[in-house]
Nanobody, 126 residues
Framework: VQLQASGGGLVQAGGSLRLSCTSSGSTFRNYDMGWFRQGPGKEREFVSAISSSGSGSSTRYADSVKGRFTISRDNAKRTVYLQMNSLKPEDTAVYYC??????????????????WGQGTQVTVSS
């Protein structure tokens, strides 16, 4: 499975961006998908996750983005989205799309995801 992320860029504080991640896997609907990020000088952290369609496509968010970010999936397009609103300078990071084909542990733990995209840079200016 290959993941291709896109949609990053430079935006002013308070602005919006939508990240997309397209999977090459034909069984995309069976995958849990998510986003992690790593800011400059920071450790990688969980951002958001959406479970497989079979698990109800339930969504989870880090407290730091709850109410501002929305994750969604389009199984027909094999794509997961991260709509980011009210962006803050502290959201500046490389954002990574992740996927896993089965439950392997807590959704917020990066080691439970087998597949990783190449990352897309999001920069929020103050």
């Amino acid at each position: 499975v290959q993941l291709q992320a896109s949609g990053g860029g430079l935006v002013q504080a308070g602005g919006s961006l939508r990240l997309s991640c397209t999977s090459s896997g034909s069984t995309f609907r069976n995958y849990d998908m998510g986003w992690f990020r790593q800011g400059p000088g920071k450790e990688r952290e969980f951002v958001s996750a959406i479970s497989s369609s079979g698990s109800g496509s339930s969504t989870r968010y880090a407290d730091s983005v709850k109410g501002r970010f929305t994750i969604s999936r389009d199984n027909a397009k094999r794509t997961v989205y991260l709509q980011m609103n009210s962006l803050k300078p502290e959201d500046t990071a490389v954002y990574y799309c992740v996927a896993r084909s089965h439950y392997a542990g807590y959704y917020f733990r990066s080691e439970t995801y087998r597949y990783w995209g190449q990352g897309t840079q999001v920069t929020v200016s103050s």
